[in-house]
């Protein structure tokens, strides 16, 4: 099958600080159509779930960091469950011409994962937005 690329997303400002980058280019994250595919193919019950998943950690994920050359942001959400916590991953890439931010990967890490994701460069924390309520926004328009 071939399918265009279907949007999951943006790299919201607190991403691009909590990374390191400073984004020029379109700050949206899509899902190539080949990718699409290949997670149809692999969970054929519950890949729309998984893109669902995919969204909401790119919404509010905890850590982030990126490559040295700044190509590839790796982003990570600490979940509860069955009594312990779960870092569930999401990677995406700048790839193509002209260049676009897709999804590679998400997974949940193990232990040892998380240990040797940081030892490769360190993760920072990345700071919720902050709430502005309607009567301050009113007031500073």
């Not at 998943?53 to 790796?74: H, N």
């Amino acid at each position: 099958m071939n399918h265009d690329s279907l949007r999951l997303g943006r790299i919201s400002k607190e991403i691009e600080e909590a990374a390191g980058l400073s984004l020029t280019s379109d700050p949206s994250v899509y899902v190539a159509g080949d990718t699409l595919d290949k997670m149809a193919v692999a969970h054929p019950n519950d890949y729309l779930a998984l893109l669902d998943r995919s969204r909401k950690l790119l919404l509010a994920p905890d850590f982030a960091r990126s490559s040295p050359e700044g190509t590839r942001i790796d982003l990570v959400r600490m979940r509860f469950r069955s009594d312990a916590f779960e870092p569930l991953s999401l990677t995406i890439e700048q790839k193509g011409t002209p260049q676009k931010w897709y999804l590679c990967s998400l997974c949940l890490l193990s232990s040892s994962d998380v240990k040797a994701l940081g030892m490769v460069s360190p993760f920072h924390r990345v700071l919720p937005k902050k709430k502005v309520s309607r009567a301050r926004r009113r007031a500073a328009s």
